[in-house]
């Protein structure tokens, strides 16, 4: 089985912190992805990367940035947390390949206060 | 830019209703689609994909959608829901770029 484990299920942050979310997969997957998921938004693409050290910015990149030093690892760092980045963060991952279905982790529900 | 749009945002039923929940996407060019489903509580999950064929697709769970290319549709059927249905269901493309466009959700309801 395919999994993606987030650092963190929950995450409360103070308006201008740093913040770092840790995303692993274990299945050697080329592609990662961030979502956030909010109500009625769905889920809006932030960054993904297609293989180490390489990344493409999603729909929403504003606030954020990432970091992919290893290929089972990809982190989402919010330089200057603020308010409007209270949300439900999503890592996902596939291989290449039309034909690949996403996996994704638990989330992580990040409060910034 | 690719989107997905569901036009249902949250449907209530009664248990054995038949459930059909609209999506509708963008792009173009080829393109596959998903459904994915959350549970309350867990993460989300694969429920069908189609890529080229049969439009008809079935997936888990007695799920199917299917693919109106002349209609930018992949509508996702269920012909009797149960309570254990209850979840938000995306509808997602992928088109030309690596990553899958969701659409906003639909949140079922079913009730015994």
């Known amino acids: 089985d395919v999994k993606v484990t987030q650092s963190s299920r929950y995450l409360v942050k103070r308006t201008g912190e740093k913040v770092f979310l840790e995303c692993v997969q274990d299945m050697d997957h080329e592609n990662m992805f961030w979502y956030r998921q909010d109500p009625g938004l769905g889920l809006r693409l932030i960054y993904f990367s297609y293989d180490v050290k390489m990344k493409e910015k999603g729909d929403i990149p504003e606030g954020y940035s990432v970091s992919r030093e290893k290929k089972e690892r990809f982190s989402l760092i919010l330089e200057s947390a603020s308010t409007n980045q209270t949300s439900m963060y999503l890592c996902?991952?596939?291989?290449?390949?039309?034909?690949?279905?996403?996996?994704f982790g638990q989330g992580t529900r990040l409060t910034v206060v | 830019a690719q989107s997905v749009s569901q036009h249902n945002h949250h449907v209530i039923l009664s248990e054995a209703a038949s459930l059909e929940l609209g999506c509708n996407y963008s792009y173009g060019g080829t393109v596959n689609l998903f459904w994915y489903v959350q549970y309350p509580g867990q993460h989300l999950q694969l429920l069908l994909k189609y890529f080229s064929g049969d439009p008809l697709v079935k997936g888990i769970k007695g799920f199917e959608a299917e693919f109106i290319k002349s209609k930018f549709s992949f509508n996702l059927r269920k012909p009797s829901v149960q309570w254990s249905d209850t979840a938000e269901y995306f509808c997602a493309s992928k088109g030309g770029r690596r990553a899958l466009t969701f659409g906003s959700g639909t949140r079922l309801q079913v009730q015994p």
């Open positions: 996902a991952s596939r291989r290449q390949g039309a034909l690949a279905e996403a996996f």
